[in-house]
């Protein structure tokens, strides 16, 4: 037998809420409400409301005491609501209930419990259920705690109830209270009615349970039953969240084949999230399916993505119309662009493409960069021919009446450099002579840094001495890198027309890029410890110290003068510079070098 006294965790009411802030009531309590953090509510009254529009209040809808009187007013005036039959209030409970007006709902169990004398029903604990849906107010503890005090109250849940909690636990996820539920319905033999079990998977939704619930979804399309549209939207929402377009696309695929409408926020983040992610095939499905269609128009930001997908994935047609899009827009086209392009050409293996683009480029007053050229030279490195095949190419476009810019020229010697092929390098250097740049071309110092790698490659100091005399003639300034090669070449490549020995020149070389302010590397740093003997310690020492200055690591550094630094250490003695030009080891002036490509 049902108990008589109403639970007290029930009398709930904020009146403040409905009739303002003055109204004062101390005989209706207000305990705290927990808030959801989840903020979509998946069912089917809410889903007949349009999106961000509070839906009526079914308050607004009482019969009023004067036409003349505004409703809240009237709510004021008899906030009891004694103008309505108690089984009108019932109605308005429901109606309210099914809303997920918790605020209204609250306030007419309290009604119908203090002044109606209602006992505790199963009518109106399913209204306080209900009321659970909605996202801000409701929670799985309010749940829990309803169905406790029907327990107390020896209160049977049947099918309808069974379903609210289901319902609410799509909107606030508990898998411990979910899986209670469905072996409570199973062991009462009552059967999951469709819109139960897509609160289920709505649930496995939003838990990240994804697996389940596309598993649940496959098992209910093979009995035959028609999932809603809703459902498939916060399943590929979740998935573009996560990030799983593979399976997102897969659904939407699908969807297609069975001809159902897709809605175009579906779409429009299908192409946002794909190209974000640089996800090919959902970009190239979207932009097939809508934007080629002029069915949506997408934002320059999402066209740059998809710009750079294509780059990634070689799709020189989707690359070309995102491109011819962007110029419709009369976008001012920015190197980054170009860039993107070229890497869709280069990565297509389509090297001509890639150069005319690079020609364009330089057309339209852009400077292309090291970087808009990284993806041909990923290019060229793939086969010993295509250096020549490049060199090729730019002949043909300078016959073509086109200007190809010298990083184009840059971009082949540094692969022929690579494939060991100097003197390849050295004839597209020539090209620069013969006005394939333009006629005020000029060799840059990533032209030479280039050519040097290829003589150091191939110990061709005489070849690096005729660079650096170029330089010199043409008052190229040469960087860090320079020096390094030109050492690098000058202790492998040996003497060179010169009476200088190679660590002569070496140090040469050092000398002057240490007076410019340059910092050699730690393997220029090394080669040249290489060449100090046991007797050369004090210029090892100098070397050391060098490097600890410059923020160089040198633990691990060993040679024969080890020991002999050791010994000779003066803790108070000035140990000479390398700028003193002095022979550290006899203390007699080292032997000068007169060359005439010394590049200071």
């Known amino acids: 037998m049902a108990s008589n006294r109403w639970p007290e965790s029930l009398l709930v009411s904020r009146p403040q809420q409905i009739f303002g802030e003055d109204f004062e009531s101390s005989s209706y309590p207000s305990p705290p409400c927990p808030l959801s953090r989840s903020t979509l509510a998946h069912t089917k009254k809410t889903r007949k409301l349009k999106q961000g529009t509070p839906s009526p209040s079914v308050l607004d809808r009482l019969p009023r005491r004067s036409t003349e009187l505004p409703l809240k007013q009237q709510i004021r005036n008899d906030p009891k609501l004694g103008h309505l039959s108690?089984?009108?209030?019932?109605?308005?409970?429901?109606?309210?209930?099914?809303q997920g007006h918790t605020v209204e709902v609250e306030h007419i169990v309290n009604v119908l419990v203090k002044e109606r004398n209602e006992k505790p029903s199963l009518r109106l604990f399913q209204a306080l259920l209900q009321t659970n849906v909605d996202p801000k107010s409701g929670s799985a503890e309010r749940v829990e705690a309803l169905l406790a005090d029907m327990k107390r109250n020896r209160i049977e849940l049947d099918s309808r109830t069974y379903h609210i909690v289901l319902q609410v636990l799509a909107v606030h996820p508990d898998y411990l209270l979910r899986i209670s539920v469905l072996d409570a319905m199973r062991q009462r033999w009552y059967s999951i009615h469709p819109d139960g079990m897509y609160n289920v998977v709505a649930g496995l939704i939003r838990e990240r349970q994804f697996e389940l619930a596309l598993e649940k979804m496959t098992r209910l399309r093979e009995e035959g039953v028609q999932l809603p549209s809703w459902l498939y939207d916060a399943t590929i929402y979740c998935l573009f969240e996560i990030e799983e377009l593979d399976t997102?696309?897969?659904?939407?695929?699908?969807?297609?084949?069975?001809g159902e409408s897709i809605s175009p926020t579906v779409w429009y983040l299908l192409l946002e999230t794909g190209s974000r992610c640089l996800h090919h095939p959902s970009t190239v499905y979207a932009w097939r399916k809508r934007i080629e269609l002029n069915y949506l128009s997408p934002s320059d930001g999402i066209l740059l993505n998809t710009l750079q997908t294509a780059a990634r994935a070689g799709d020189t047609s989707l690359a070309a119309d995102t491109f011819r899009l962007l110029g419709n827009r009369h976008a001012d086209f920015q190197t980054y662009h170009y860039d993107s392009l070229i890497e869709s050409y280069a990565v297509a293996s389509d090297a001509r493409m890639a150069f005319s683009v690079l020609s364009i480029m330089t057309a339209a007053g852009r400077t292309p960069t090291e970087s808009s050229t990284r993806s041909i030279l990923a290019l060229l490195r793939s086969a010993r021919h295509r250096p020549a095949e490049a060199h090729a190419i730019l002949l043909s476009l300078h016959a073509e009446g086109r200007i190809s810019p010298v990083a184009a020229v840059d971009v082949i010697?540094?692969?022929a450099v690579e494939h060991g092929h100097l003197d390849q390098a050295?004839?597209?250097?020539?090209?620069?002579?013969?006005?394939?740049?333009?006629?005020?071309?000029?060799?840059?110092?990533?032209?030479?840094?280039?050519?040097?790698?290829?003589?150091?490659t191939a110990r061709r100091k005489d070849v690096a001495m005729m660079l650096a005399g170029e330089m010199l003639a043409l008052d190229i300034a040469p960087d860090?890198?320079?020096?390094?090669r030109l050492i690098s070449v000058s202790l492998r490549g040996?003497?060179?027309?010169?009476?200088?020995?190679p660590a002569d020149d070496a140090f040469r070389y050092f000398d002057e890029m240490r007076t410019r302010g340059l910092v050699p590397s730690s393997a220029t740093y090394r080669q040249l410890l290489g060449q100090c003997s046991a007797s050369d310690h004090v210029m090892a020492s100098a070397?050391?110290?060098?490097?600890?200055?410059?923020?160089?690591d040198v633990r691990g550094i060993r040679g024969p003068w080890s020991l002999e630094m050791q010994q000779h250490a003066a803790p108070r003695q000035r140990r000479p510079s390398l700028r003193?030009?002095?022979?550290e080891s006899t203390g007699q002036q080292r032997r000068g070098v007169t060359l005439p490509q010394r590049l200071g």
């Open 413 to 415: 010697i540094a692969a």
């Open 86 to 98: 108690t089984e009108a209030l019932f109605d308005v409970l429901c109606a309210e209930a099914e």
């Open 580 to 583: 003193d030009g002095a022979d």
């Open 426 to 456: 050295l004839d597209t250097y020539r090209l620069l002579q013969s006005e394939v740049c333009g006629p005020a071309a000029r060799p840059t110092t990533i032209t030479f840094n280039a050519l040097l790698a290829g003589c150091v």
């Open 248 to 258: 997102a696309l897969d659904i939407i695929k699908e969807r297609v084949a069975r």
């Open 494 to 501: 040996g003497s060179a027309a010169s009476s200088n020995t």
């Open 543 to 552: 070397l050391i110290d060098d490097m600890r200055r410059n923020g160089l």
């Open 480 to 484: 860090a890198l320079t020096y390094d």
